[in-house]
């Protein structure tokens, strides 16, 4: 979404990020904390969980083997790791503020958000730019360790691919 009425840095940035890449349009809770430290290394152990996970509910949704098939044990053991991880997403959300649903574009390369007027922002020698009303914020990523650059990636085309067969079925 390259807007004309876009002010020319705007523009570039959007360019930039986005031009000739796979980019994802979504709405996903996200902030900008300034400041804040660089987790590259659970980053891509994340976002390689992530695609396990995906792999094998792919497998799951071709049909090999569902749910009520695995065997009995299986099935308990999938129950009580459900039910852990909501108890565990309880506990997180009690001990932090949840993030804003937040309206995005994002690529390997960075990404656009909107941020509040009055969110604090890098200095300008790291790649942001500000688009009018101080609304949208252009953020390019750092040199990224190439096995988080391939997992997200990888997990942008998952993304990509999920909103492809969304559009397909509406």
């Known amino acids: 979404m390259n807007n004309p009425a876009w002010p020319a840095t705007a523009q570039a940035a959007e360019h930039g990020l986005f031009g000739d890449v796979l980019t994802c349009d979504a709405v996903l809770p996200a902030s900008y904390l300034a400041d804040a430290t660089a987790r590259t290394a659970q980053a891509e152990a994340l976002l390689q969980g992530l695609a396990q996970v995906e792999d094998l509910r792919g497998s799951e949704d071709s049909g090999e083997e ?3 098939e695995l065997p009995l044990l299986a099935q308990r053991l999938d129950a009580k790791l459900d039910l852990v991880l909501v108890l565990l997403g309880r506990l997180v959300r009690q001990a932090n503020p949840p993030l804003p649903p937040t309206p995005l574009r994002w690529s390997v390369r960075g990404l656009r958000l909107q941020l509040a007027a009055d969110a604090a922002l890098p200095e300008p020698d790291s790649a942001a730019a ?3 009303q101080a ?3 252009w953020l390019r990523f750092p040199a990224l360790p190439p096995g988080l650059e391939e997992a997200m990636g990888r997990h942008l085309f998952r993304m990509h691919r ?3 067969a969304d559009a397909r079925r509406r």
């Open 66 to 68: 569902k749910r009520g």
């Open 130 to 132: 500000r688009g009018p």
């Open 162 to 164: 999920r909103q492809v």
């Open 135 to 137: 609304s949208w914020v």
